[in-house]
Each structure stands twice: as C-alpha cells, then as structure tokens.
C-alpha cells in the first residue's frame, strides 16, 4: 500500500490477550519490526521487512473520538504526507483497506468498529471490488493456541 509502493507482501491478522496497554504494545511491535531490519526512517509506505500494525484494541477509542474522525475523513494526499503524533484507535483506514479487513474477517468477523457500528464483515463486505483485486488468500494452517 499503496500499489507499486514494494514487492507483494503477506498480510496476516491475529488476537491476543495482553495486559500491556495499548500505547506499550505498540511500541512492542515496533522492536519486533526493528528486530527484524525495519526501518522507520525510509518514508511513509516504502517497502519494508516487515510490518505490524495495531488495528484496534477491543473497543477503546484513542486519543478521543473527535482526533479519531480527522484522521479517518483525511483525504488522500493528506494520508501520503500527514502523520499522527499519537496512537490513534481504532487504525483510522481500517474500514477501507480489504487488505486489513479480509484477513481480519477469517478471524474477527464479528468485532465491532467502535465509532462506526460496523462488524469486519460488514466493512468488508461494503467495499468495492477493486479494494481486494489482486489479493490471493494464503494457505493457512492450524496454529497451537498458547497459554
């Protein structure tokens, strides 16, 4: 994202429990991102090792509802170039990005948007067929749950 920014990627959604706030599990996987070689410093969507984005955090709202609606009604120019000094919560492009939503829908269909009311499924289901041309679903296999 956005096309013929990198290479074909994989894209893959998971839950989790954690006790870790919102703010420290984000800053968790940008050290696991640096772990691997990533580089925030190359600019905004540029082709990465890899990529671990914090889509929602159960039905919290960050920093607050009124900064949630900018950032999801930005217009795209603005999106290329703007960039938001906080955690926002839900991911502000959530609703129009099949590439998040579709993986998300094999695991969390159900989850709710908490400013729009919307389920994954509804979301996705409300995009064009162009958010998700050229998408092929990965072969998965069952994963253990951990403890």
Do not use: C, K
Not at 10 to 19: D, G, M, S
Not at 32 to 59: C, K
Not at 72 to 81: F, H, I, N, S
Not at 103 to 111: F, R
């Amino acid at each position: 994202m956005p096309a013929g920014s990198g290479p074909d990627y994989v894209n893959a959604a998971l839950t989790l429990r954690t006790a870790l706030p919102a703010p420290e599990l984000l800053a968790l996987l940008h050290d696991i991102e640096a772990d691997f070689g990533r580089d925030r410093g190359t600019g905004r969507w540029s082709s990465r090792v890899l990529d671990l984005d914090l889509i929602g955090y159960g039905d919290l709202v960050l920093p607050d509802r009124e900064t949630q609606q900018h950032w999801m009604a930005l217009p795209p120019a603005r999106q290329l170039t703007d960039t938001p000094e906080t955690l926002i919560l839900p991911h502000p492009r959530l609703q129009d990005r099949g590439f998040v939503l579709a993986p998300l829908a094999e695991i969390a269909a159900d989850w709710i948007h908490p400013l729009t009311g919307q389920s994954v499924a509804q979301m996705l289901a409300a995009l064009p067929d162009r958010a998700t041309r050229g998408m092929t679903p990965f072969a998965m296999r069952e994963m253990p749950v951990l403890p």
